[in-house]
């Protein structure tokens, strides 16, 4: 019998969610050759008695389990040796703040199967938070937004016991003509759009977009077609495009001066065009003055992103004349939210939702094993980088398996 631990979150600062839910835990256990041992944690969003009353083994020593699932990186020190680890890794950019982690990983001869590397055929990916990110991420940027004009005010989500209550919230909300761009095409575009439909927020067409002053708030859907071209062809193919980036140029300029709100949600890398750069921000027809940059890459897609937020803290200013970082909401400067871990604002959701696509997509191989679908996801098996992940070899310190 396949052996499941649900390790507890240690990295700083602590994160909440979970990869099972004690009713998925519940299920699993009656449906399939599974057991599953929840190791004891004071931080979690379910309590271990949730997960006791549901029939699950609650303890601390899970070093019994064959795979240990979690969210966020794992600290060196609590890596257990020999084991096969699922959670958010962020090495496969070749993140630098988590180079040694993936060193440890090798070390320890430790089997890592990255979640952001489960993926469709077409290369989408198969589980995630990314919509809960999106749902909190807009609102976040509504909220700043709110706060800067002083035409209306949000409540801070998780404040809200539920995704339910949060709704509640937008009943009779009276929001100003704002002019809003969404972008991105994936899970956290979603959730964005979830939310202005929520707000009862208008979609507009391209055309009218830039050309008509409207007298109530609409927002603007950008997807990667409508972002980027060719440099030589003045086309986008979707393939061509997340192969060689570098090929192509960044549309968005055309939308500056008619933008009050960026919701921004596109994936970015190295390669990818940026939305605009930092010498933009000093022109006069830069009209954004609130960016919600839910995708979070630092000096990425958004170059005014300089660094990570905090829930309890989500919002800084950046002078639009020198780039240097301000207290948020003040004249001549841009607001930005830039929250790594959004999703924690609604941790019951965002985790039941993540088990939903863990159980659908990911179980049944889990059971089988000798998975294509896991394979192509595994960074390192046994302690050595595999075939698809060798570009890693510098970064790792370590040959390819």
């Given at each position: 019998?396949?052996?499941?631990?649900?390790?507890?979150?240690?990295?700083?600062?602590?994160d909440n969610r979970v990869a099972l839910t004690p009713e998925q835990c519940?299920?699993?256990?009656?449906?399939?050759?599974?057991?599953?041992?929840?190791?004891?944690?004071?931080?979690?969003?379910?309590?271990?008695?949730?997960?006791?009353?549901?029939?699950?083994?609650?303890?601390?020593?899970?070093?019994?389990?064959?795979?240990?699932?979690?969210?966020?990186e794992v600290p060196i020190d609590q890596l257990i040796a020999e084991k096969?680890?699922?959670?958010?890794?962020?090495?496969?950019?070749?993140?630098?703040?988590?180079?040694?982690?993936?060193?440890?990983?090798?070390?320890?001869?430790?089997?890592?199967?990255?979640?952001?590397?489960?993926?469709?055929?077409?290369?989408?990916?198969?589980?995630?938070?990314?919509?809960?990110?999106?749902?909190?991420?807009?609102?976040?940027?509504?909220?700043?937004y709110g706060n800067r004009t002083g035409k209306y005010f949000l409540n801070?989500?998780?404040?809200?016991?539920?995704?339910?209550?949060?709704?509640?919230?937008?009943?009779?909300?009276?929001?100003?003509?704002?002019?809003?761009?969404?972008?991105?095409?994936?899970?956290?575009?979603?959730?964005?759009?979830?939310?202005?439909?929520?707000?009862?927020?208008?979609?507009?067409?391209?055309?009218?977009?830039?050309?008509?002053?409207?007298?109530?708030?609409?927002?603007?859907?950008?997807?990667?077609?409508?972002?980027?071209?060719?440099?030589?062809?003045?086309?986008?193919?979707?393939?061509?495009?997340?192969?060689?980036?570098?090929?192509?140029?960044?549309?968005?300029?055309?939308?500056?001066?008619?933008?009050?709100?960026?919701?921004?949600?596109?994936?970015?890398?190295?390669?990818?065009?940026?939305?605009?750069?930092?010498?933009?921000?000093?022109?006069?027809?830069?009209?954004?003055?609130?960016?919600?940059?839910?995708?979070?890459?630092?000096?990425?897609?958004?170059?005014?992103?300089?660094?990570?937020?905090?829930?309890?803290?989500?919002?800084?200013?950046?002078?639009?004349?020198?780039?240097?970082?301000?207290?948020?909401?003040?004249?001549?400067?841009?607001?930005?939210?830039?929250?790594?871990?959004?999703?924690?604002?609604?941790?019951?959701?965002?985790?039941?939702?993540?088990?939903?696509?863990?159980?659908?997509?990911?179980?049944?191989?889990?059971?089988?094993?000798?998975?294509?679908?896991?394979?192509?996801?595994?960074?390192?098996?046994?302690?050595?980088?595999?075939?698809?992940?060798?570009?890693?070899?510098?970064?790792?310190?370590?040959?390819?398996?």
């Amino acid at each position: 019998m396949l052996k499941i631990g649900l390790i507890r979150e240690g990295k700083t600062p602590a994160d909440n969610r979970v990869a099972l839910t004690p009713e998925q835990c519940k299920w699993i256990q009656k449906n399939k050759n599974i057991s599953i041992t929840v190791q004891h944690s004071d931080s979690r969003c379910y309590k271990d008695s949730e997960y006791s009353n549901a029939g699950i083994e609650v303890k601390d020593d899970v070093t019994d389990c064959d795979v240990l699932l979690g969210i966020k990186e794992v600290p060196i020190d609590q890596l257990i040796a020999e084991k096969t680890y699922f959670f958010f890794s962020h090495t496969r950019k070749l993140q630098s703040y988590n180079q040694k982690l993936l060193q440890a990983i090798l070390d320890k001869k430790i089997t890592l199967i990255d979640y952001e590397c489960l993926e469709h055929e077409d290369g989408t990916r198969l589980i995630g938070f990314g919509f809960f990110a999106g749902v909190v991420g807009a609102h976040n940027g509504m909220m700043a937004y709110g706060n800067r004009t002083g035409k209306y005010f949000l409540n801070r989500v998780y404040k809200k016991r539920n995704f339910q209550e949060l709704i509640h919230t937008y009943f009779g909300l009276k929001l100003p003509p704002v002019k809003i761009i969404v972008t991105g095409s994936g899970r956290v575009a979603h959730g964005i759009i979830e939310i202005m439909n929520l707000m009862e927020i208008h979609e507009a067409e391209i055309d009218e977009y830039k050309t008509t002053k409207f007298s109530y708030p609409v927002y603007l859907h950008l997807k990667g077609i409508n972002l980027y071209i060719n440099k030589i062809t003045g086309k986008y193919d979707r393939n061509e495009f997340h192969l060689f980036p570098e090929r192509y140029t960044c549309l968005f300029q055309d939308y500056i001066s008619e933008t009050d709100i960026l919701l921004n949600g596109v994936y970015w890398e190295e390669k990818t065009p940026r939305l605009f750069e930092m010498d933009d921000m000093k022109k006069d027809n830069f009209r954004i003055t609130t960016i919600a940059d839910i995708s979070d890459d630092l000096n990425g897609s958004v170059p005014c992103n300089m660094g990570e937020t905090t829930i309890e803290d989500p919002v800084y200013g950046v002078d639009k004349l020198t780039g240097t970082i301000t207290p948020p909401y003040l004249p001549g400067s841009v607001d930005v939210m830039a929250v790594g871990n959004l999703p924690n604002e609604l941790p019951r959701d965002a985790s039941r939702y993540f088990g939903e696509q863990l159980i659908k997509f990911i179980l049944d191989d889990l059971i089988i094993g000798n998975s294509k679908l896991l394979e192509q996801a595994t960074i390192a098996k046994e302690g050595k980088l595999t075939k698809r992940f060798s570009y890693m070899e510098s970064y790792s310190g370590k040959g390819k398996g």
